[in-house]
């Protein structure tokens, strides 16, 4: 009686066991990218500039961004690269504004600068990477968002 005792109890075991994996498997394929739009450019002085990003996470559970990449773009000219390290948190189904602080020298904004003075607005590009920490475990995701820049 205990020998067929022990191998429902082992046989239920192993159910669950397969179940969750699955389950978790499963939760992996309806894992949505977040989805990022520019906000604005706030410039806050001569070689400072933040870049707001709106960052949306269709997901119903909450994770934590670690890291942030970028690179940014003038008219398909590199005006500056970067990383930032601050953590934020990305609530559900809802849009967290991120801000990424530029600094760039002389040469990077004439650069930028060029176009936007014979032309009066400039296309641009900001796309990088970043790394967040889900209750799935680790991901990396690439990101892109571009439009133009008017200065009248």
């Known amino acids: 009686m205990r020998l067929s005792s022990y191998r429902r109890t082992l046989s239920t075991a192993l159910l669950l066991a397969l179940t969750t994996a699955s389950g978790c498997g499963m939760a992996a394929v309806a894992f949505h990218n977040p989805t990022v739009e520019l906000k604005g450019v706030?410039?806050?002085?001569?070689?400072?500039?933040?870049?707001l990003l709106d960052v949306y996470n269709p997901n119903y559970s909450d994770f934590?961004?670690?890291?942030?990449?970028?690179?940014?773009f003038a008219d398909s000219i590199q005006v500056v690269k970067g990383e930032v390290t601050e953590?934020?948190?990305l609530p559900g189904k809802k849009t967290t504004t991120v801000r990424l602080p530029l600094t760039f020298g002389v040469r990077e904004l004439n650069k930028a600068s060029g176009a936007l003075s014979q032309r009066g607005s400039v296309e641009y590009t900001v796309e990088g990477e970043f790394s967040m920490a889900t209750?799935?475990?680790?991901?990396?995701?690439?990101?892109r968002t571009s439009g133009r820049y008017d200065s009248l």
């Open 42 to 51: 706030q410039m806050r002085g001569i070689g400072l500039m933040d870049v």
């Open 64 to 72: 934590e961004v670690r890291n942030v990449t970028y690179t940014v």
């Open 135 to 143: 209750s799935l475990g680790w991901f990396r995701r690439t990101y």
């Open 87 to 89: 953590r934020v948190k």
